[in-house]
C-alpha cells in the first residue's frame, strides 16, 4: 500500500462545487431514490427483498448524508 489516496469522482465534482449545483442535483437524485424504495417497502416484498432493499434504503441514505458532509467540508458552509 502506497499510501496515496486517489479521490473519487464524485468528491472532485463536489471540490469543484462552489455554488451547491452539483452538491444539489445529486441530494435530489439520492431523495428520488430513497423514494422509490420506500414505496416499494411501503407496497410489500417478500422477507429477502425486504431485507435487500432496506439495506439499498439504508445506502442511500448514507450517500445523501455523505454529500453534504463532504460538500460542506470543503466550502465551509
Do not use: C
Request: hydrophobic letters at 45%; glycine letters at 6%; aromatic letters at 6%.
Amino acid at each position: 500500500m502506497s499510501g496515496t489516496v486517489t479521490p473519487f469522482d464524485i468528491q472532485l465534482r463536489l471540490a469543484a462545487d462552489a455554488d451547491g449545483t452539483a452538491r444539489q442535483a445529486l441530494e435530489e437524485e439520492l431523495a428520488a431514490l430513497q423514494q422509490t424504495l420506500r414505496h416499494r417497502l411501503d407496497a410489500g416484498l417478500p422477507p429477502d427483498e425486504f431485507r435487500r432493499t432496506t439495506s439499498l434504503l439504508d445506502g442511500v441514505v448514507a450517500a445523501s448524508e455523505t454529500v453534504a458532509l463532504v460538500w460542506r467540508a470543503y466550502h465551509k458552509r
